[in-house]
C-alpha cells in the first residue's frame, strides 16, 4: 500500500469516527429504548476505537504510541463491559450509556488529533521544516 493510499485510508477513518461519534450522541434520544442504546453504544464505540486503531497504524505521521494507546483504552473499555455483564462490577443503564458516550467522544477526539499528540519521527521533522522556514 502507498503512503498517499494510506494517508487517504486515515483520513477516511477519522471521518468514520467522528460520524459515528455524532450518531451516539444522538442516541441520548428518548425515542430508543434502553436495550436499543446499549446496544447501539457498545457497537459505536468500537467502531470508533477500530477505526482509530486502524487509523493510527496506517498513517505515516502517528507513531506507534498512538495506536498502543488506543488499543489500551479498548482493553480497558471491554474488561469493563464483561465485568458489568456479569454483574462483577454493575453500573445503571443511563450510567453505561455516557460512560460509552464518553469513552466514544475521547477517542474521537484523541483521532483527531493524533497527529500532534503522537507525531512520528517523519511528522516530527516536517514540523522542524516548517517552524525553520
Known amino acids: ?8 485510508w486515515a483520513n477516511i477513518l477519522t471521518t468514520v469516527a ?9 442516541l441520548t434520544s428518548p425515542p430508543f429504548t434502553i436495550e436499543t442504546i ?6 459505536c464505540t ?9 487509523k493510527q497504524y496506517l498513517s505515516p505521521d502517528v507513531s506507534s504510541t498512538g495506536t498502543k494507546v488506543t488499543i489500551g483504552i479498548a482493553i480497558a473499555a471491554t474488561v469493563a463491559g464483561l465485568l458489568n455483564l456479569v454483574d462483577v462490577f454493575n453500573v445503571g ?6 460512560v460509552k458516550w464518553a469513552i466514544t467522544v475521547a477517542v474521537a477526539i484523541l483521532n483527531i ?12 521533522d516536517r514540523m522542524k521544516d516548517l517552524k525553520s522556514q
Do not use: C, H, N
Not at 18 to 26: D, G, K, P, R
Not at 113 to 124: D, G, H, T, V, W
Open 1 to 8: 500500500m502507498t503512503a498517499s493510499l494510506k494517508a487517504r
Open 18 to 26: 467522528s460520524v459515528v461519534a455524532i450518531f451516539q450522541t444522538l
Open 38 to 43: 446499549a446496544l447501539l453504544s457498545g457497537i
Open 46 to 54: 468500537y467502531v470508533t476505537l477500530g477505526s482509530t486503531t486502524w
Open 93 to 98: 443503564g443511563d450510567t453505561a450509556k455516557w
Open 113 to 124: 488529533l493524533s497527529k500532534q499528540i503522537f507525531p512520528s519521527e517523519l511528522q516530527k
